[in-house]
T-cell receptor
């Protein structure tokens, strides 16, 4: 089944404890993105990647890191999480090559205390 | 400043009626506009894409219009059903930045 998977789906952590949220897609898509969704603010892009080893900042990149060592994986790293990073996070991919529809993962609900 | 606006108030309609949702934008030059459906606690699901040189796009009971002069897109669901109840997001692909920017979404409630 073509899909985007994220792990973990739920995570409660403490301020300053490094964490990684994994994202994987099995559709051979070129583009991958991370978004956070907050009430009243909608979906905001954190980082995106156009291909392996090519990443760029989105609208809210502060406090986050990403890497794209393989085409299928795009992990999101929070080196020192803070409570303002409590949010619902979505990974997404799109085919590229003139196709712009995005396929979203199921979401990761992160709480930082 | 750049803005995408969707009606933040929920839209409540009766089953069988046509639902019309609005997406307005300012200070963008979108190459494409997309509509997504999002159910509570789940990721958005792509529905339709319309290009800047297209006036209208249809898919089954869905219809999207795109007016670059008015800077507005309308999303219609005909013969609406309770299963259509969800939040609908519009998103612009900016031809300037190449980024996809989302509106905050409008929640549709279809009552039987």
């Amino acid at each position: 089944e073509a899909q985007v998977t994220q792990n973990p789906r739920y995570l409660i952590t403490v301020t300053g404890k490094k964490l990684t949220v994994t994202c994987s897609q099995n559709m051979n898509h070129e583009y991958m993105s991370w978004y956070r969704q907050d009430p009243g603010l909608g979906l905001r892009q954190i980082y995106y990647s156009m291909n392996v080893e090519v990443t760029d900042k989105g609208d809210v990149p502060e406090g986050y890191k990403v890497s794209r060592k393989e085409k299928r994986n795009f992990p999101l790293i929070l080196e020192s999480p803070s409570p303002n990073q409590t949010s619902l996070y979505f990974c997404a991919s799109r085919p590229g090559q003139g196709r712009y529809e995005q396929y979203f993962g199921p979401g990761t609900r992160l709480t930082v205390t | 400043s750049q803005k995408i606006e969707q009606n933040s108030e929920a839209l409540n309609i009766q089953e069988g009626k046509t639902a019309t949702l609005t997406c307005n934008y300012t200070n963008y030059s979108p190459a494409y506009l997309q509509w997504y459906r999002q159910d509570p606690g789940r990721g958005p699901v792509f529905l339709l894409l319309i290009r800047e040189n297209e006036k209208e796009k249809r898919k089954e009971r869905l219809k999207v219009t795109f007016d670059t002069t008015l800077k507005q897109s309308l999303f219609h669901i005909t013969a609406s059903q309770p299963a259509d109840s969800a939040t609908y997001l519009c998103a612009l692909l900016s031809s300037n930045t190449g980024k996809l920017i989302f509106g905050q979404g409008t929640t549709l409630q279809v009552k039987p």
